[in-house]
């Protein structure tokens, strides 16, 4: 009979056979399953290329996604600048109204001074008719 730490080491051997077949059955199944897939694999340290005939799809995919961010990151670019642009003419516009304001309101007090100017000099005219009609009269 073994003692208790021989049957213990006996056991713990026993179960890394056991682990150890399962993983090699394991490895068989995946280097079939490449084989099958015929993928090229290289050394498990060295340059790690992965091909295969049913990714070509995967790469095109790939490309095409590629191809679209870059179209759609020019468009964002595009679009960037157009409403930089757009901001730049509201500023221009937002100016032009306020120099139109103030000269529609200069006009408006350029129009009341000479209403005024009209007024004061018809009044006067009228009022000067009236005494030289007074001198005349007399």
């Known amino acids: 009979m073994y003692p208790a730490s021989g049957l213990a080491l006996a056991a713990a051997y ?4 056991t682990r150890l077949a399962s993983l ?7 280097k079939r399953k ?10 498990e340290f060295g340059d790690e290329r992965i091909m295969c005939r049913s990714c070509e799809p995967i790469i095109k ?3 095409i996604i590629q191809s679209e961010t870059t179209n759609l990151q020019q468009r964002v670019n595009s679009l960037t ?6 901001k730049e003419r ?3 516009l937002e100016e032009v109204i306020q120099a139109y304001e103030k000269i529609h309101l200069e006009k408006s007090n350029v129009q009341r001074d000479l209403d005024k ?3 004061t000099h018809t009044h006067t005219h009228t009022h000067t008719h009236t005494h030289t009609n007074v001198y005349v009269s007399c």
């Not at 026993?14 to 056979?17: E, N």
């Not at 090699?24 to 995946?30: C, G, K, L, V, W």
């Not at 600048?81 to 757009?86: A, N």
């Open 14 to 17: 026993h179960d890394i056979k």
């Open 81 to 86: 600048q157009e409403l930089q642009k757009s």
């Open 117 to 119: 100017m009209v007024n």
């Open 90 to 92: 509201e500023e221009r």
């Open 24 to 30: 090699e059955r394991e490895n068989s199944s995946i």
């Open 61 to 63: 995919d790939t490309s």
């Open 34 to 43: 490449l084989k099958h897939y015929e993928f090229p694999v290289m050394s």
